[in-house]
């Protein structure tokens, strides 16, 4: 028995979805980000460097959220104000745009 917390009904909550989507007759695959901020440029640059190990991590993080904001509001922008400071509608929004772009069946 697993408690039930937060992380178990997200993993619960992925599975519906999963297997929704699978009995829906879609394909699941999963990819790294930096494939699709690739295909965008979002390519953060060699010369970020912090004090520490972590530190560098963070300012990594911090640049490529900028940056994933920056160019869904190129991409989109009819989203915007949706988009804002929101980084993970960003990444979502720009991951489905790679998959249209780089899908071999469209």
């Given at each position: 028995?697993?408690?039930?917390?937060?992380?178990?009904?997200?993993?619960?909550?992925?599975?519906?979805?999963?297997?929704?989507?699978?009995?829906?007759?879609?394909?699941?695959?999963?990819?790294?980000?930096?494939?699709?901020?690739?295909?965008?440029?979002?390519?953060?640059?060699?010369?970020?460097?912090?004090?520490?190990?972590?530190?560098?991590?963070?300012?990594?993080?911090?640049?490529?959220?900028?940056?994933?904001?920056?160019?869904?509001?190129?991409?989109?922008?009819?989203?915007?104000?949706?988009?804002?400071?929101?980084?993970?509608?960003?990444?979502?929004?720009?991951?489905?745009?790679?998959?249209?772009?780089?899908?071999p069946s469209?």
């Amino acid at each position: 028995l697993f408690p039930y917390t937060t992380l178990f009904r997200s993993l619960e909550q992925k599975g519906i979805i999963r297997g929704m989507a699978k009995g829906l007759g879609y394909d699941e695959f999963a990819t790294e980000p930096r494939t699709w901020q690739k295909h965008f440029g979002i390519v953060p640059p060699k010369d970020i460097k912090g004090n520490t190990l972590t530190q560098t991590k963070n300012l990594r993080k911090k640049w490529l959220k900028e940056h994933s904001l920056m160019v869904a509001r190129e991409k989109f922008p009819e989203w915007v104000e949706r988009i804002s400071n929101n980084h993970g509608l960003s990444d979502s929004l720009l991951i489905a745009k790679w998959c249209i772009e780089t899908s071999p069946s469209r």
